[in-house]
């Protein structure tokens, strides 16, 4: 297992990286929406040979339904990648991975709310940890002026859309390789930021140094980190890797901090503590109770696990 565990730790600190590279792509002339073509672009040809090595029927699983993946992937893919990506112009990288990462509570306020669901009471306390950890990042800088409203309504739909993205997910990835899922996903998102850069125009990168942060990107947070993903889930299963998947969090706070110079304070960093506890403490909750009908272990592998901007 530690193979699995140790590709897990690998790829979500990879995805914690982009961020910064996508900072340096927007001072460089290059929007989100651009970047997120170049980023998807560039990483489907290098998925497309993975795939292809490994002798995956692109055809056969578009067929068998996986083309619903690449609708999702389109549509609310899309929007929460942008609303992550747009949100980091204007706000702390740190505090816009803080807000998206309080998706869990989204998620079972959702069950309560919409689906009548009922949820246990540990749950209940997490959610409050999570959303009382977001209000203590968001909360001063508020009162203080130095969260940007923009970012901030660019950040705050995130995590309910990938609250809905991963609901619908849940159920579609069971039924293929997690390779595939992911590829399809990409397309989708591919798809609809081609689509926008033909509408409101492509940035291409003027410079070699561009070209390369794009190439880095698409190798690392993109189809490396998928590789590995498809890699660890399945032996780890969704819940540990969710909780392995806090390194990314953990990484973005640590380059806003220590490469960006972003502010650290006692309350952002108390917050983060308690989005990280209601996080973990939700996944190992959700290991530990019983389940009366389980699912095939390939079934419940096949969950996604979370991922911001992806």
């Given at each position: ?213 794009l190439l880095a990107i698409a190798i ?29 969090l953990v990484t973005v706070v640590a ?56």
């Amino acid at each position: 297992m530690w193979k699995a565990a140790l590709a897990a730790v690998c790829g979500s600190a990879l995805v914690g990286t982009m961020p910064m590279f996508a900072l340096r792509l927007y001072a460089g002339g290059i929007g989100a929406t651009s970047m997120l073509f170049w980023r998807y672009g560039i990483a489907l040809i290098l998925m497309g040979g993975v795939a292809s090595a490994m002798g995956l029927d692109l055809r056969r699983e578009w067929r068998a339904g996986a083309w619903r993946i690449a609708l999702i992937g389109a549509s609310l893919g899309a929007a929460q990648t942008l609303c992550f990506w747009e949100s980091i112009k204007t706000l702390e990288t740190s505090v816009a991975v803080l807000l998206f990462y309080t998706y869990p509570a989204v998620t079972l306020l959702i069950d309560r709310l919409v689906f009548k669901r009922p949820v246990p009471p540990i749950a209940l306390a997490c959610v409050a940890a999570i959303l009382l950890g977001a209000g203590l990042i968001t909360a001063p800088g508020l009162r203080s002026g130095t969260i940007d409203l923009r970012g901030l309504a660019w950040a705050v739909p995130s995590p309910l859309i990938y609250s809905l993205y991963l609901a619908l997910n849940a159920r579609l990835l069971r039924r293929h390789p997690p390779l595939i899922g992911a590829g399809f996903l990409y397309i989708g998102m591919g798809a609809t930021f081609a689509v926008a850069a033909g509408i409101i125009g492509l940035d291409v990168p003027a410079t070699p140094a561009s070209w390369l942060l794009l190439l880095a990107i698409a190798i690392g947070p993109s189809a490396m980190t998928t590789t590995l993903f498809s890699y660890a889930v399945p032996r780890l299963g969704a819940s540990s890797y969710a909780i392995v998947a806090n390194v990314e969090l953990v990484t973005v706070v640590a380059i806003g901090m220590l490469v960006l110079g972003e502010s650290v304070t006692a309350g952002r960093l108390a917050g983060a503590a308690l989005v990280v506890a209601g996080i973990v403490t939700h996944a190992l909750s959700r290991q530990r109770a019983p389940h009366p009908n389980p699912l095939p272990a390939r079934w419940e592998r096949g969950q996604p696990a979370p991922v911001a901007g992806g």
